[in-house]
């Protein structure tokens, strides 16, 4: 790995690694790359001693908890409006509102996803428990084998080479997503509301089958940034898009899922009553006539803690096409593989050829 390519970076790495006074605000993100590589950088310090730092980050808690005061609220709430009590339900909403915008929107996301847990529950005949089992032993089943990556558009990538760390939508400095919500005030509440308060916001990701399948998150960018193993001790995940279904789901460590992180939801939709089941689910779906499913039209969504530089990258798969020589050279001196997934685009037309053939022949749609 070449250490002179990202000069500025890679000052303020020195200055951070060195025993010497910080004179302005540590960048929490660079911070926390020295954490996370101090061993690999050591050789770039010129053996100097290392400042002692905290531990490197790790995923956060999950933060849902039904007994909360505030989800507490929203269950109140739900419970008046379904009696008419219309006193009651003005007087809980007036409560509802005074709470900060993060607690808020953690009592509704909890609220929604305890209710969805509830009716699951009651329509599979299983105990609340069991599918939170189902659920989260499902999500562990499939992400088993499978990488931590991040979809990106090439001019992000070419951003990312350049500077060598991966800008979330909160950075000004950010090549905005032509696909994911552009909504950082929003998305500051929610990850607020997920994980408390944190140094550094996440980067968003999915957990990728590494054959390189088509994946929903594809509409992200055509090209994946592959994690190293290490990420996953800071990665929580979710099923679905976090920010646009957070009744679906709650964020929660990979390897200590949340109640909801599995999403109770998904697990009714799929009728599965074992993890072996769920996780068949979300690699593809119960449908033998459905080649896509779950995983070519959705994600499970990964949030990597405590930012992401070239250093956390053990791969970069393109799709279709190999990358410019301009490009190549970037990843050669960076020491950073590459390779490219050429397979076909997803389409639906034989999927419903298929059926409508199995229609003829007197079976069901």
């Known amino acids: 790995m070449t250490f002179d390519t990202f000069p500025a970076f890679l000052d303020e790495l020195r200055r951070l690694g060195e025993l010497a006074t910080i004179?302005?605000?540590?960048?929490?993100?660079?911070?926390?790359?020295?954490?996370?590589h101090r061993d690999e950088l050591r050789d770039f310090h010129g053996g100097a001693p290392v400042v002692e730092l905290p531990d490197p980050p790790v995923a956060p808690r999950?933060?849902?908890?039904?007994?909360?005061?505030?989800?507490?609220?929203?269950q109140d709430l739900d419970r008046a409006n379904l009696t008419g009590?219309?006193?009651?339900?003005?007087?809980?909403?007036?409560?509802?509102?005074?709470?900060?915008?993060?607690?808020?929107?953690?009592?509704?996301?909890?609220?929604?996803?305890e209710a969805n847990l509830a009716f699951v529950a009651r329509r599979l005949r299983m105990s609340p428990e069991e599918v939170v089992t189902v659920a989260n032993d499902g999500v562990t089943e499939f992400a088993r084998g499978r990488d931590i990556a991040i979809a990106i558009e090439a001019s992000a990538l070419d951003r990312f080479l350049i500077e060598g760390r991966y800008r979330t939508q909160h950075d000004p400095e950010a090549i905005r997503s032509t696909a994911a919500t552009f909504d950082p005030v929003t998305r500051s509440t929610m990850e607020r509301a997920w994980f408390g308060r944190q140094d550094t916001h996440p980067a968003?990701?999915?957990?990728?089958?590494?054959?390189?399948?088509?994946?929903?998150?594809?509409?992200?960018?055509?090209?994946?940034?592959?994690?190293r193993e290490d990420v996953r001790s800071r990665t929580t995940v979710s099923v679905g898009d976090s920010l646009g279904r957070p009744s679906e789901s709650f964020p929660g460590p990979l390897d200590d899922l949340g109640r909801y992180s599995g999403a109770?939801?998904?697990?009714?939709?799929?009728?599965?009553?074992t993890a072996e089941e769920y996780a068949q689910y979300l690699e593809g779906g119960l449908d033998p006539d459905d080649e896509g499913g779950f995983y070519r039209?959705?994600?499970?969504?990964?949030?990597?803690?405590?930012?992401?530089?070239?250093?956390?990258?053990?791969?970069?798969?393109?799709?279709?096409?190999?990358?410019?020589a301009q490009v190549q050279a970037r990843l050669s001196a960076l020491g950073m593989?590459?390779?490219?997934?050429?397979?076909?685009?997803?389409?639906d037309d034989a999927r419903i050829e298929r059926r409508m053939r199995r229609a003829d022949e007197g079976g069901e749609l």
Do not use: C, K
């Not at 999950?62 to 609220?73: I, K, N, V």
């Not at 339900?89 to 509704?108: C, F, M, N, V, W």
């Not at 957990?207 to 929903?216: K, T, W």
């Not at 994600?299 to 990358?323: I, K, N, S």
């Open 62 to 74: 999950s933060m849902a908890d039904p007994e909360d005061g505030a989800a507490l609220l929203f």
């Open 85 to 113: 009590n219309e006193v009651e339900a003005s007087r809980i909403q007036r409560d509802i509102d005074t709470l900060p915008p993060y607690l808020r929107e953690r009592g509704r996301a909890t609220a929604n996803n």
């Open 264 to 273: 109770p939801m998904h697990v009714g939709i799929a009728r599965a009553r």
């Open 23 to 36: 004179d302005r605000p540590v960048d929490p993100v660079l911070a926390a790359t020295l954490r996370t």
């Open 297 to 324: 039209n959705l994600y499970v969504e990964a949030q990597v803690h405590g930012g992401v530089t070239f250093l956390d990258v053990d791969e970069v798969v393109f799709t279709g096409a190999a990358p410019s």
């Open 337 to 347: 593989r590459w390779s490219v997934r050429d397979i076909e685009p997803y389409s």
């Open 204 to 227: 968003y990701g999915y957990v990728r089958d590494p054959s390189g399948a088509p994946s929903g998150a594809d509409t992200y960018g055509p090209i994946s940034l592959v994690l």
